[in-house]
Every structure is written in C-alpha cells, then in structure tokens.
C-alpha cells in the first residue's frame, strides 16, 4: 500500500473498527475537522434519503430473498446487522447520495485493486473523488498530504 499512498500523495488515516468504518472514512473526507459527528450524521441521513427516495432504482441490484432495501439499510446503519447485500451496495448508495465517486483501493490477493464508484444516477456531480482503503472487510480514509496532521486526529475519535 505504501506505493500507492506515494503515488496518490495521500497518508493512510486508520478508522476504529465499530462496524461503520466505512462511513467515519467518508466522513472525515466530508468534515476535515477533529470532530466529525457532524459529518457522520449528514451521511447517515443523506443515504437513508437517498435509499427510500430511490428504492425502485435499488430495488433490480438487491436479490428479493434478501429482504426490502430500506430494511436491510435500517438494520445495517442502527443495529449493526450485517447483510452482505446491504453491505457490499453501500458504497454505491453513498456514491449517489453525495454526487461523488469513490475509489477503493482494496488489499487482497497479494495485490492492491482499485475498484471506481461513480454515481449511477448522476446529477451534478463533484469530480473530486472520496478515497478510502479496505483490507480485511475494513475501510479506512486516504488523505492528501497537506491535509493529513489534522485528519491522523480525526481519525482516532
């Protein structure tokens, strides 16, 4: 990872693992502030609203035997329940959400991927993409450089 951090100009900022790492990384990219409940509560709300305003667009990606889409974001953003087809669709949701893409640069396999998100319902989309880092099921937020000091802060609240 440490080529790739290089090459991006990015420092890798380590989330808690809470089970919503995904969505403090997002966060701190939205809020570079050592407080970022702010932040984490808008993207919590922005993805409820973004999920039942277009559940008939998500309703073709989530498979019927997994359940209603508004209920299986419920159970994953307040109960903490993990369903893989509420949890792998999560990026895309937020994606759409923000108007923003988000590259994942994910570790497995002996290798770095870079997986895009871009909108799928674009509207006015902000071309500045959010970076985040998976390894082993969790996420952590990538900073550009001059940003870093006050987000290695944010990222341990």
Known sequence: MDDVTKSLNVTLAHILA??????????LQLNATPSTMQAYKFLMKAIVTESTRNKNHYRNF???SSGRLDLLVHKY?????????????????????LQKPIHIYSERDGGIWKTIVQPT??????KSPL????KDYHYSALFKEKNASINKISASR
């Open 121 to 126: 319902m674009p509207q006015n989309i902000n």
């Open 131 to 134: 970076l985040v880092h998976l």
């Open 18 to 27: 809470d089970g919503h790492c995904f969505f403090h990384a997002v966060a």
């Open 77 to 97: 953003l307040h109960k903490n329940i993990f369903d893989n087809a509420a949890r792998d669709f999560i990026p895309q949701i937020t994606s759409n959400a």
């Open 62 to 64: 989530i498979d019927e």
